[in-house]
């Protein structure tokens, strides 16, 4: 009976928070994506039969490789996750690590099972705090135990999957350092008998990094970088891996993104993998530690809430006066805007007739435009490491025109974006989340600087071009196009 009340509970809140219309296509959405990951435990068990390594290999890539500190912030950790997380760690086939706990419970459970494995394995190490100093004080407590060349992130009761360690040394190996690496994750019950909703990430993509914390769980870093940013801050608890992470990849140089379920998030009653409304204030940290990387990189922008909770808007500042248009039509003519139709065909030529500040290109015809839609293009393209924005798109079916492709995808259980309809948001939300993209979509803005002295370009050569000269495409959903029936 408690958990029919509870379920119509969050049944109420969800309605108010989405509206009937948004909570049905959301309900759709996660039953068809719970149909295609219906094979997921099956894949993952292959998956890591397949990337089981031979002891002889990594016992020698242990020998050359980083030390690699695991930090873990405990707080009355209960005592089987406890266990599971500790032995996730200690048993990884690579095995130059060190398990650093720092302990804030006012309770002795943690410390009497730590010191238990240590006692075994002297790779643990284990400090119980005068206090609890909060998520953020416990892990740079974590952090000042640790003495490897690099640290990982791990919550207190999740795991690492087996052969973490060794993807993440070997990646290190083969970029020759990188500074930051990270991994795609899935989440696991209680019990630890049932893997599901995987995340299969991008390769790193700043611009999707700010609709989201995408990035999350593997977390792997210099601990020196670490250190240079100046570790957590307390004042954005609940969202500080975020915040740690944003501040991490403005420094780095080279951020890997590895393309494997390596990290189980446990899912349980407290926790915002089983419950997104038991943590609401992470979210609102969440949003400021978005708002303060706007701030560092000088980008004007307002961090805005989406109907998602820990999924964002960003609206850029623009220098521009309002463009108050809402065809194609009454485009034509706007100062410093040039309007080009074009084919579908990819190889089809576009014929660039003038200079001008910006241009339009779109292969809809007729069409209806969302309020504001050239502010949000403009907007994105104004920033100096833009060279390209892509709007949503809606055919005459109200579906998708185009897919939205993101470099570094592997997702054996995904489908292309192409045809989702008007009010699904697709894997992640991403049909609806600002994100750097490899292709555009059949509407974007292009800055005209970039076309100068050219008369014709297919648009092969256009994406060719701009990334060339390094800069980036992004895609801004808020920028929305109705093709017209």
């Not at 219906?38 to 020698?60: D, F, H, I, S, V």
């Not at 611009?207 to 020196?224: K, P, T, W």
């Amino acid at each position: 009976m408690k958990r029919i009340i509870s379920l119509c509970g969050r049944g109420l809140r969800y309605v108010r928070q989405y509206g009937p219309v948004l909570l049905y296509y959301k309900i759709k959405e996660r039953k068809q994506r719970n149909q295609a990951e219906a094979g997921y435990e099956a894949w993952l068990q292959r998956e890591l039969k397949e990337e089981n390594t031979a002891p002889e290999e990594a016992r020698a890539l242990a020998e050359r490789g980083p030390l690699i500190s695991i930090l873990v912030p405990a707080y009355e950790t209960p005592p089987v996750f406890l266990r599971e997380m500790i032995e996730s760690v200690l048993n990884q086939s690579y095995d130059n690590l060190e398990l650093c706990i720092a302990d804030g419970s006012p309770s002795h459970t943690v410390e009497q099972i730590a010191e238990e494995y240590a006692r075994q394995d002297s790779r643990l190490r284990y400090e119980r705090l005068p206090e609890n100093l909060g998520i953020s004080g416990n892990t740079n407590a974590a952090l000042s135990m640790a003495k490897g060349e690099y640290v990982g992130l791990l919550d207190h009761d999740d795991l690492l999957l087996p052969g973490a360690l060794y993807e993440v040394a070997k990646t290190l190996e083969e970029t020759k350092g990188a500074d930051a690496v990270y991994t795609d994750e899935d989440k696991v019950d209680m019990e630890l008998t049932h893997h599901f909703q995987p995340h299969f990430k991008p390769d790193f993509n700043e611009e999707y990094l700010l609709s989201n914390n995408y990035i999350c769980h593997f977390f792997v870093v210099r601990r020196q970088m670490a250190l240079e940013v100046g570790g957590f801050r307390e004042e954005f608890d609940g969202a500080q891996d975020y915040d740690f992470i944003l501040r991490c990849t403005e420094k780095a140089e080279k951020v890997i993104h590895i393309p494997k379920v390596l990290y189980s998030w446990r899912c349980h009653a407290s926790s915002t993998a089983a419950n997104p409304e038991s943590k609401l204030y992470a979210y609102e940290a969440g949003k400021r530690a978005v708002a303060a990387h706007l701030e560092r990189k000088g980008t004007p922008g307002e961090v805005l809430d989406t109907s998602n909770y820990g999924f964002h808007r960003i609206r850029f500042s623009r220098k521009r006066p309002e463009i108050l248009i809402n065809s194609f039509a009454n485009l034509n003519g706007q100062t410093g805007i040039k309007v080009v139709y074009y084919g579908k065909a990819c190889n089809n030529s576009v014929i660039i007739s003038e200079n001008c500040d910006y241009m339009l290109f779109t292969c809809v015809q007729k069409a209806r435009l969302s309020k504001g839609f050239m502010e949000e293009l403009i907007s994105s393209c104004e920033r100096p490491e833009i060279g390209l924005v892509c709007a949503r798109v809606y055919d005459k079916r109200k579906r998708l025109s185009s897919d939205i492709l993101l470099k570094g995808v592997r997702d054996p259980f995904g489908e292309s974006m192409k045809g989702l309809k008007e009010g699904c948001t697709g894997y992640f939300h991403r049909a609806v989340l600002h994100q750097e993209v490899e292709a555009p979509t059949d509407c974007f803005l292009v800055k005209g600087e970039l076309l100068k002295g050219k008369d014709r370009i297919t648009l092969e050569e256009l994406c060719a071009a701009i990334k060339k000269q390094g800069y980036r495409m992004v895609y801004n959903p808020w920028a929305v196009v109705y093709e017209s029936r």
